[in-house]
């Protein structure tokens, strides 16, 4: 049972343009929900996170949007650049020392020039 | 100076074989964990420790033992390796199991 749903599987963007990643998850118990950008040969880094008592959060160019009535939350990069090329994983978890972190697929996204 | 550190980085080996991975963290957290990276890169708990107890044992089969001897250290053996163990093996560190995860670089593990 796949809990976290991550889309699209793959992504190609130009220089500059608006990346998009979506997440919809199942267990309405779920209060923390991170983003994780993973470089080739490197582990997963925490990008951004938010938590569902706002809909929005901003970190520079990276922004979380959160739409907790549809079980849905997003990423978008704005002016994305050719460093941002990396896969990113959506999660999700509920508070609790026993529960976990359960990731999304990962999205593979290149930004081409 | 880097936060989680796994050794070794590669490992090749045969059907069989026993093997180990370390992993250390020098940020102070209480909290350590074991992910597999499958070939399409799903991401998947195995285990968990807080403070030298475990706290989340996924269904790992029990040919996967962690150790922890301090909080600082979480170790994986695995023995009698078969080709489907073949993956990247993350370790990660969190103040508690409610704070953001920092992983290592990951040990890829080839079994032939």
């Known amino acids: 049972q796949q809990q976290v749903k991550q889309s699209p599987q793959s992504l190609i963007v130009q220089k500059g343009g608006i990346s998009i990643i979506n997440c919809a998850y199942e267990?309405?118990?779920?209060?923390?929900f991170p983003w994780y950008q993973q470089f080739p040969g490197k582990g997963p880094a925490l990008l951004i996170a938010?938590?569902?008592?706002?809909s929005e959060k901003k970190e520079g160019r990276f922004t979380i949007s959160f739409n907790k009535s549809a079980k849905q939350f997003s990423l978008h990069i704005m002016d994305s650049q050719p460093g941002d090329s990396a896969t990113y994983f959506c999660?999700?978890?509920?508070?609790?020392?026993?529960?976990?972190?359960?990731f999304g697929t990962g999205t593979r996204l290149q930004v081409t020039l | 100076d880097t936060a989680v550190s796994q050794t070794p980085k590669y490992l090749v080996t045969q059907m069989g074989n026993d093997k180990s991975i370390k992993c250390e963290q020098n940020?102070?957290?209480?909290?350590m964990y074991w992910y597999k990276q499958d070939s399409k890169k799903f991401l998947k708990i195995m285990f968990s420790?807080?403070?030298?107890?475990?706290?989340i044992n996924e269904t790992v089969p029990n040919r996967f033992s962690p150790k922890s001897p301090d909080k600082a250290h979480l170790n994986l053996h695995i023995n009698s390796l078969e080709l489907g163990d073949s993956a990247v093996y993350f370790c990660?560190?969190?103040?508690?199991?409610?704070?953001?995860?920092?992983f290592g670089n990951g040990t890829r593990l080839t079994v032939t």
């Open positions: 990660a560190s969190s103040q508690d199991a409610n704070s953001p995860l920092h």
């Open positions: 267990n309405t118990a779920f209060d923390y």
């Open positions: 938010i938590r569902p008592d706002v």
């Open positions: 999660a999700a978890k509920r508070s609790g020392t026993a529960s976990k972190l359960t």
């Open positions: 940020l102070g957290h209480d909290t």
């Open positions: 420790y807080n403070n030298k107890e475990l706290i």
